[in-house]
């Protein structure tokens, strides 16, 4: 028996890993890790990806395309929050969202 890959082409799987990223509870998971990474001493924090095209390969975007509305973006606006909670110089239209 061989076996080569494991469902990497799995596109209902790709498709609900995409609506968690998009779903509004990720900017509490994403708070929350900022919170303990400041609670632990976390000092420069550099995100890995800040625009990026969602794949099959991963969402690791804050955006996935420059002109993303942030206020649907739970992500983006987590950590443009938390930029700006540190007082980094951080302009957004906060009109209407939720800022913690």
């Known amino acids: 028996m061989v076996g080569v890959s494991g469902?990497?082409?799995?596109?209902?799987l790709t498709e609900r890993l995409h609506?968690?990223?998009r779903d509004e509870r990720m900017r509490?998971?994403?708070?929350a890790y900022y919170d303990a990474w400041?609670?632990?001493g976390g000092d420069l924090f550099c995100y890995f990806s800040s625009v990026s095209r969602w794949s099959k390969?991963?969402?690791w975007g804050i955006l996935q395309?420059?002109?993303?509305?942030?206020a649907r973006s739970p992500k983006f606006m987590a950590t443009m929050l938390w930029?700006?909670?540190l007082?980094?110089?951080v302009n957004l239209p906060l009109n209407n969202v939720r800022t913690r």
Request: a negative charge; glycine letters at 10%.
């Open 83 to 85: 930029a700006k909670e």
């Open 65 to 70: 395309f420059y002109d993303d509305d942030p």
């Open 7 to 12: 469902g990497e082409n799995n596109e209902k």
């Open 28 to 31: 509490d998971i994403y708070r």
């Open 38 to 40: 400041a609670k632990n």
């Open 57 to 59: 390969w991963g969402s």
């Open 19 to 21: 609506a968690a990223n």
């Open 87 to 89: 007082g980094q110089p």
